[in-house]
Nanobody, 120 residues
Framework: QVQVVESGGGLVQPGGSLRLSCAAS????????MNWYRQAPGKERELVAA????????NYADSVKGRFTISRDNAKTTVYLQMNSLKPGDTAVYYC?????????????WGQGTQVTVSS
């Protein structure tokens, strides 16, 4: 069965750091691009960071550039999001997703999210 499970969320002070993990199973992890999204109360879900299937390319939202780093370990079928210099505006539920396009077919898997709260 396909499983995508986020972990590592919690409460952190402004300026602090947090490392999120996303463990995946049940599909060919190394064939999939991996993405981190977040959604704050009353706001739309937004793409935070993306990494290609082999880890050769990354992209970030302007709001997190220079502060967040996405990485992956295909041997462990896990993707990470290192978050530094956290701000209260980063407070949200963070979701991990896997994506693959094969011809006209698309495959997308989502985790259930992990809460990140930045507050003093």
């Amino acid at each position: 069965q396909v499983q995508v499970v986020e972990s590592g969320g919690g409460l952190v002070q402004p300026g602090g750091s947090l490392r999120l993990s996303c463990a995946a199973s049940g599909f060919r992890f190394s064939y999939y691009d991996m993405n981190w999204y977040r959604q704050a109360p009353g706001k739309e879900r937004e793409l935070v960071a993306a990494i290609t299937s082999e880890g050769g390319s990354t992209n970030y939202a302007d709001s997190v550039k220079g502060r967040f780093t996405i990485s992956r370990d295909n041997a462990k079928t896990t993707v990470y999001l290192q978050m530094n210099s956290l701000k209260p505006g980063d407070t949200a539920v963070y979701y991990c997703s896997a994506f693959r396009r094969l011809g006209i077919k698309e495959y997308t898997y989502w985790g259930q999210g992990t809460q990140v709260t930045v507050s003093s």
